[in-house]
């Protein structure tokens, strides 16, 4: 039984995913983008080492950059890389929320065990859920990281694209500027520049980008920072457990042993373990985002990361600790409002699977007994 369990809550976790990551994903294309965009610190040792068209205005807000990805890219923009994105979510979800029920199965059975023996109230603590998160997180990330990469390939590859279109064209202009190219020259390479626009880059675009600049090695780019935020599904099921079984607790002792929530609750519940794993750990976030982009952004090596300790003394450097907390507001309201739906349709859809395979067992059983 506990095995249906898990196949159930693995298959429920899958579909509240998808789900959820269709609704959210242009708020998420636009946060990857902010992650991604340099931002400099103002100063004039800042000013004096990088080149002029590297960012230096405040970003606009997110509806802003919404409207603005719709106007020069159309709706495809908002939703570039969706189909591995699809894919990913539907496997995170999959693998993250199986390995989770068979390692909370274990624990409860641990729990149980210790009771008998004097030891504990036979409940799993604040400590026992963080490593069965923790253990469910880290073989997802494992497995799944090469379809992150790629997916973030594809949200910012626009963006990439245009970051070197004006680094070419900033390289005219100082050539014109030390008389190597003449004034209609100049104009004739712009005006060909301009024409020019980002070329079609789906999934096997990425395969190919990531390969030929770090070989299989590229696919996992920025996992070392995204093992490290497996403590974020570890926090975020930590408050959820535990409110779930506060909540659940209360019911029971007014309700004569009546522990059922209803899905409003799941889905509050859930939008609060989210708020409070994502502002903890957004800053690995922004790391790993950086690492698994195209590189070639921006006009200098120190927009550049060679892995997780360079790009963070980098950003730290150029940036200050504003750039690890760029682009969050965005990514409270899509994680939060994500996770909210993703735990209010896995519940039930949990619901459903157990039903349906109770049902299974019975006409199986009452088939038995007929023979």
């Known amino acids: 039984m506990s095995e249906s369990n898990a196949l159930a809550n693995g298959l429920a976790g899958a579909g509240g995913g998808i789900i959820a990551q269709i609704i959210t994903y242009p708020l998420q294309t636009v946060n990857t983008r902010q992650q991604t965009e340099r931002t400099l610190k103002r100063n004039k040792q800042t000013l004096l080492l990088h080149s002029s068209n590297t960012t230096t205005a405040p970003a606009p807000g ?13 709706w495809g923009g908002l939703y570039s890389g969706l189909k591995p994105s ?19 199965n274990k624990a409860v059975a641990i729990a149980a065990a210790r009771k008998v023996k004097g030891h504990g109230d036979g409940t ?29 390939r594809m949200q910012t590859h626009t963006q990439a694209e245009r970051k070197i279109m004006e680094e070419k064209k900033e390289a005219l202009r100082r050539a014109t500027s030390e008389s190597s190219i003449s004034g209609s020259t100049l104009q004739d390479q712009l005006t060909e520049l ?21 070989g299989v090695v590229g696919f996992w780019k920025g996992v070392f920072p995204a093992l490290i935020m497996v403590c974020n599904p570890s926090i975020q099921f930590m408050i959820y457990e535990s409110s ?39 800053p690995l976030l922004v790391v ?5 982009a195209k590189q070639e952004i921006g006009g200098s090596s120190s927009l550049r990361y060679s892995g997780t300790f360079d790009a963070i003394l980098k950003m730290i450097r150029y940036e200050g600790l504003p750039g690890f907390y760029k682009g969050m507001s965005t990514k409270i309201v899509q994680s939060v409002f994500a996770a909210s739906v993703l735990f209010m349709v896995k ?18 059983f009452k088939k038995k007994t007929t023979i």
Request: proline residues 2%; glycine residues 8%; positive net charge.
């Open 86 to 104: 699809l894919l990913g979510t539907a496997a995170s979800q999959g693998i993250y929320y199986y390995f989770y029920q068979v390692f909370k």
């Open 62 to 74: 997110t509806f802003l950059q919404i409207l603005q990805v719709i106007g020069t890219e159309g």
């Open 244 to 282: 779930l079984k506060r909540l659940r607790a209360k019911r029971s002792a007014k309700n004569q042993g009546d522990k059922s929530v209803t899905a409003l609750e799941v889905f509050l519940l859930g939008a609060l373990a989210k708020l409070g794993a994502t502002v903890t750990t957004y």
């Open 124 to 152: 799993v603590g604040m400590f026992g859920w963080l490593v069965v998160a923790a253990i469910a997180g880290s073989l997802n990330v494992l497995l799944t990281n090469p379809i992150w990469v790629l997916v973030t």
């Open 194 to 214: 301009n024409s020019k626009k980002p070329r079609p880059f789906g999934t096997i675009n990425a395969v190919n980008e990531v390969y030929n600049e770090a």
């Open 347 to 364: 519940e039930e859809l949990v619901k459903v699977f157990m039903v349906l395979a109770d049902k299974s067992q019975k006409a199986l």
């Open 288 to 292: 790993k985002s950086r690492l698994q």
